[in-house]
């Protein structure tokens, strides 16, 4: 029947007739309260520990309907809740097993009253799917949906995939169960209750019973429904998921033949993530980001350009000779949700050594005077706020460094886009061909999406006092590049940032950029 990825079957001790029962799997998520696993995304794993967590704190004081145990329960809350931190979302429980959920429920008055419970630990959980939703925009629930893909590409995927064996190293009910909740989907079989009974029974333990396309008629899984294209997208995807298909060869065929099918309509399937160095692959309209998997970010530099080799030419790993103690480098995988304030935050203190104790919001402090150092002032005004130090201080107004702003977008100063390694001294006053080295800003964001905001100052389009228009059509011109490449440029006028009311702007400019406004 359906297995998850972290129950076991364990024999109960003491018992003659040797009988079993369904556990939490503590060596697994105790590992997972530690670090990420090989062959599951912290994202994946926080929505399977939330529903066996309301699951588990519903049934319990119904008469037995709890599967855990005292230690099981408070494993499973310690490692949710690690999880959750790692993916800069702040879940405060005020309780951490069964015992003390008791003890809580009593004191706020919810004794004798399942509903009560139920409903507060709905009111607990459900922001939390919320934001984990955000992570992962095809899973949300009451939105717009999309009409792109029709149905003669559904039928081209159909035939394409005919001799394909979809579930990959699983079986049928395994994989379909990392998709949809098939314990809630209706049986088509009166002799079962649920989906999972029904699938199994005629996939699995009778597997002739169903054509071989059946997946594709059922209207419960909903990949023919040309209302929505995020049923197939989701289900096309996690076909290429490495703890789906470890083939790394089939899994390029594939990735090859669904964005030959998808490019009529508007949409690619992309990598954005990795697992023990299988790509995680997601589906995106088509412009919707930069192609490539980020393996190195420059930025913040606050003295002498670093000096730069290529350790290994094969696998293009750099090496920081010289002046690495004047940058920041972030070298560590980039997530599906980009690259927040929450990852900085835990990559700051590990680079730092500061010990786990340490609340978040010091690490954050720490992080945000360094990061404030790298950004242009003037000496002869040293307190008066620059333009680019406008901008850093209102988004870390609205979003910021510290448990509060964790899930957002981290706006990370002067990143190195190109790297030329002589100096601008060194090439005799001119510019490199390379085009524009660094960005003042950039944002990292979900499934490749990368934002770069510019400052201009009057040296960005003016030679004195005199407008060039070579330096603008410079200018211009390295912003269609970018654009080509997928980055979105947002510039603004040094001028502008110096007036009454910049920081109003920038707040609604940064509200309406991450869909945070009202």
Known sequence: MTKHRFLVEA????????????????????????????????????????????GELEAFGTGGGEIFDEVEIALL???????????????????????????????????GSYDARRSYIHGL????????????PHLRKN????????DVTRRRLREGLAHTQWWGTLDEV?????????????????????????????????????????????????????DSDETLLRFLVEMLHPAVLTDLAEVDRLQTFFNEMLVHDGYEIVPVDSISGSP????????????????NLFFAAVGPKPEIVLEDFINNDVLVVKNEQFCLVYDQPLGSS???????IAWWRAKESIPQDVPDIKVGHALYRRLWRSLHNDPKQPKKLTPERRVFRAYCELYPINDTGARYPALIPQVYLHYDPKTRKQRGGKDSVLGRERMDFLLLRQHGKRIVLEVDGQHHYAEGAIASPRLYSKMVAEDRALRLKGYEVYRFGGHELLQDGATDMLRRFFAELLGTGD
């Open 77 to 111: 809350l310690r490692s949710l809740c690690a999880v959750l931190k790692r993916l800069g979302i702040t879940l405060d429980l005020p309780f951490r097993d069964f015992k003390s959920f008791k003890f809580f429920w009593k004191q706020q008055g919810m004794s």
């Open 143 to 150: 939105r717009d949906q999309t009409r792109r893909i029709t």
């Open 125 to 136: 959980f459900d922001p939390v799917l919320d934001q984990l939703d955000e992570y992962h």
């Open 11 to 54: 024999k109960i001790f003491g018992d003659p007739f040797e009988a079993t029962r369904t556990c939490l799997n503590t060596d697994r998520v105790g590992r997972l309260r530690d670090d990420r696993l090989d062959d599951v995304t912290d994202l994946d794993a926080a929505y399977e520990l939330i529903r066996l967590a309301m």
């Open 338 to 344: 980009g690259l927040t304030w929450g990852d900085m």
């Open 174 to 226: 395994e994989f379909l169960d990392r998709l949809y909740d098939l314990d809630n989907l209706p049986s088509h079989d009166p002799r079962f209750a649920t989906a999972a009974m029904d699938i199994w029974q005629h996939c699995i333990h009778n597997p002739a019973d169903w054509e071989g396309d059946w997946i594709w008629h059922d209207k419960r899984l909903g990949l023919t429904d040309t």
């Open 280 to 295: 995680v692959f997601a589906a995106r309209a088509i412009g919707g980001g930069v192609p490539g998997v980020m393996k």
